[in-house]
């Protein structure tokens, strides 16, 4: 039975040896000295693999792994935990395409040590084999618009959004190069736990806007169209049908994105930078996951410093937005004669990118008001930048926040307080240097991340891929919930 537990194995703070029932032993040492621990698997006293990992494992953002593969071997799957006193390892049997076919693929979270330990093997994912109109389809349509090739010239651009490229090109990497994800990409359908839609929609909003003076529209093109046709290819599909599609998973990031099916997708686990154009039933923390923006300014690489940052606020970026956005022109009138204040009206170009990057660079505090939407790019361009984030913005999700404390890296104002002429300014100013430096040194842990090595936690590495894997998998109860559940009714009907 897969989960069973076959044996344990209690390491000392040096080292420990255990023989399984299958007569494979697995032998653990820890290096105090340079903090690694190393594991080795032997059979017949040969050892067949070695592996190690750097220690300590204190970051909570995400749970390292350590995976070893031994071919040609009984399937095996293994789960660690790891302090600085003791290592608990459990072996548990599994079906020969649980993991990898053939293969052992001994999977070891090796969690911080005010965790408890957890036994269970990455959740596994089916991405659907798909046409590629929804994928490189788009990318292509959107190369065309803009007076570039297609094919295999075309690439995803940079935007704000790539959250969706990034998801979908970790799914289609080699097993060996997903180190650490807490999802594994299955073949067959009847082991997935979930299902991913690969559709790049925020893409596909902007196929035929933008693009200058060589943009043209693609002919034929349509984003709602495409909408339509992916959602009744899905609805067409055996296991849709199953749930609904409450198991599987979507990528919404941009707000308007599938606008004209959000009513069909809304049972699904949505991906989404915020809840501000969705109804309380179409989107929610319950079942959704908030992820990151991509940030669009170049990241600060220079030391923490109060000094060197002669601006007191800066902001740049469009000055009248909708809804709650429009909070941003009552601060304009407020902070544009403030002498330490640089706050100006911009669009989206690269050379106000730059501008604006230099802006954060210089700067102390950041202004993040409301856009259209509650969030913005800006509080992760702010991040980078190591300039203190200053939030107006009263109805914000943010993402990760049950292992991130935004307070220790942003100040939240409050709408009303920051409409208070005088207010805002004085409030920022009364912060001592010694405290702008502990906020710089906060921003700074919480854009790295160690994993077997330094991923940048707010760039869309590995880390933050992963990190939106495991919120997605902390939505796996509800759905097995929601099934117990329908299986119950189903079974009611049938009495």
């Given at each position: 039975?897969?989960?069973?537990?076959?044996?344990?194995?209690?390491?000392?703070?040096?080292?420990?040896?255990?023989?399984?029932?299958?007569?494979?032993?697995?032998?653990?040492?820890?290096?105090?000295?340079?903090?690694?621990?190393?594991?080795?698997?032997?059979?017949?006293?040969?050892?067949?693999?070695?592996?190690?990992?750097?220690?300590?494992?204190?970051?909570?953002?995400?749970?390292?792994?350590?995976?070893?593969?031994?071919?040609?071997?009984?399937?095996?799957?293994?789960?660690?935990?790891?302090?600085?006193?003791?290592?608990?390892?459990?072996?548990?049997?599994?079906?020969?395409?649980?993991?990898?076919?053939?293969?052992?693929?001994?999977?070891?979270?090796?969690?911080?040590?005010?965790?408890?330990?957890?036994?269970?093997?990455?959740?596994?994912?089916?991405?659907?084999?798909?046409?590629?109109?929804?994928?490189?389809?788009?990318?292509?349509q959107f190369s065309l618009a803009r007076g570039g090739g297609g094919g295999a010239s075309a690439t995803y651009p940079g935007h704000q959004h790539m959250a969706e490229w990034?998801?979908?090109?970790?799914?289609?990497?080699?097993?060996?190069?997903?180190?650490?994800?807490?999802?594994?990409?299955?073949?067959?359908?009847?082991?997935?736990?979930?299902?991913?839609?690969?559709?790049?929609?925020?893409?596909?909003?902007?196929?035929?806007?933008?693009?200058?003076?060589?943009?043209?529209?693609?002919?034929?093109?349509?984003?709602?169209?495409?909408?339509?046709?992916?959602?009744?290819?899905?609805?067409?599909?055996?296991?849709?049908?199953?749930?609904?599609?409450?198991?599987?998973?979507?990528?919404?990031?941009?707000?308007?994105?599938?606008?004209?099916?959000?009513?069909?997708?809304?049972?699904?686990?949505?991906?989404?930078?915020?809840?501000?154009?969705?109804?309380?039933?179409?989107?929610?923390?319950?079942?959704?996951?908030?992820?990151?923006?991509?940030?669009?300014?170049?990241?600060?690489?220079?030391?923490?410093?109060?000094?060197?940052?002669?601006?007191?606020?800066?902001?740049?970026?469009?000055?009248?937005?909708?809804?709650?956005?429009?909070?941003?022109?009552?601060?304009?009138?407020?902070?544009?004669?403030?002498?330490?204040?640089?706050?100006?009206?911009?669009?989206?170009?690269?050379?106000?990118?730059?501008?604006?990057?230099?802006?954060?660079?210089?700067?102390?505090?950041?202004?993040?008001?409301?856009?259209?939407?509650?969030?913005?790019?800006?509080?992760?361009?702010?991040?980078?930048?190591l300039c203190v984030p200053v939030e107006i913005s009263d109805e914000i999700e943010l993402p990760f926040e049950d292992v991130i404390d935004y307070t220790k890296i942003a100040?939240?104002?409050?709408?009303?307080?920051?409409?208070?002429?005088?207010?805002?300014?004085?409030?920022?100013?009364?912060?001592?240097?010694?405290?702008?430096?502990?906020?710089?040194?906060?921003?700074?842990?919480?854009?790295?991340?160690?994993?077997?090595?330094?991923?940048?936690?707010?760039?869309?590495?590995?880390?933050?891929?992963?990190?939106?894997?495991?919120?997605?998998?902390?939505?796996?109860?509800?759905?097995?919930?929601?099934?117990?559940?329908?299986?119950?009714?189903?079974?009611?009907?049938?009495?």
């Amino acid at each position: 039975m897969v989960g069973k537990r076959i044996f344990p194995c209690s390491a000392s703070p040096a080292n420990a040896r255990c023989e399984t029932s299958n007569e494979i032993e697995i032998a653990i040492s820890k290096n105090q000295r340079n903090q690694t621990i190393t594991i080795t698997l032997f059979r017949e006293k040969s050892p067949i693999h070695n592996a190690f990992c750097q220690l300590p494992l204190h970051d909570p953002l995400l749970q390292p792994a350590l995976h070893l593969r031994v071919q040609s071997a009984p399937p095996l799957a293994a789960t660690a935990s790891s302090s600085f006193s003791d290592i608990n390892i459990n072996i548990s049997p599994t079906s020969s395409n649980d993991l990898n076919k053939g293969n052992i693929l001994a999977y070891f979270p090796l969690f911080p040590p005010q965790q408890q330990r957890l036994s269970r093997k990455p959740r596994q994912n089916l991405p659907y084999d798909r046409p590629e109109r929804f994928t490189y389809g788009t990318i292509e349509q959107f190369s065309l618009a803009r007076g570039g090739g297609g094919g295999a010239s075309a690439t995803y651009p940079g935007h704000q959004h790539m959250a969706e490229w990034r998801l979908f090109s970790d799914l289609t990497r080699p097993d060996s190069d997903r180190l650490g994800s807490p999802v594994v990409r299955v073949l067959d359908p009847e082991e997935a736990d979930l299902f991913y839609v690969p559709f790049f929609s925020s893409l596909s909003l902007i196929v035929n806007q933008g693009g200058g003076g060589s943009h043209v529209d693609v002919a034929g093109y349509s984003d709602e169209e495409t909408q339509v046709a992916l959602v009744e290819w899905l609805e067409m599909q055996e296991y849709w049908k199953r749930r609904s599609g409450r198991d599987h998973v979507i990528v919404a990031t941009d707000p308007k994105a599938y606008y004209k099916v959000i009513d069909r997708i809304k049972r699904s686990v949505l991906l989404v930078s915020d809840f501000g154009r969705l109804t309380i039933d179409q989107g929610s923390l319950v079942k959704d996951v908030v992820v990151p923006y991509s940030h669009r300014s170049s990241s600060y690489n220079g030391d923490i410093s109060a000094v060197d940052r002669n601006t007191l606020l800066f902001f740049m970026g469009a000055r009248h937005r909708k809804e709650g956005g429009k909070i941003r022109d009552m601060l304009f009138k407020i902070l544009e004669n403030e002498e330490d204040v640089i706050i100006k009206s911009g669009t989206q170009s690269l050379d106000n990118r730059r501008i604006a990057s230099h802006g954060m660079h210089t700067s102390k505090f950041c202004l993040n008001p409301a856009g259209d939407t509650p969030s913005a790019c800006r509080l992760f361009d702010s991040i980078v930048s190591l300039c203190v984030p200053v939030e107006i913005s009263d109805e914000i999700e943010l993402p990760f926040e049950d292992v991130i404390d935004y307070t220790k890296i942003a100040i939240f104002v409050e709408t009303s307080m920051a409409l208070r002429p005088g207010f805002l300014v004085s409030m920022l100013r009364s912060v001592t240097s010694e405290r702008i430096l502990q906020y710089q040194k906060e921003l700074k842990e919480i854009i790295r991340i160690l994993t077997l090595y330094v991923k940048h936690y707010f760039e869309y590495g590995n880390a933050t891929v992963n990190e939106i894997w495991r919120q997605v998998t902390q939505k796996l109860p509800m759905i097995k919930l929601n099934k117990r559940l329908q299986m119950a009714n189903l079974n009611d009907q049938d009495r």
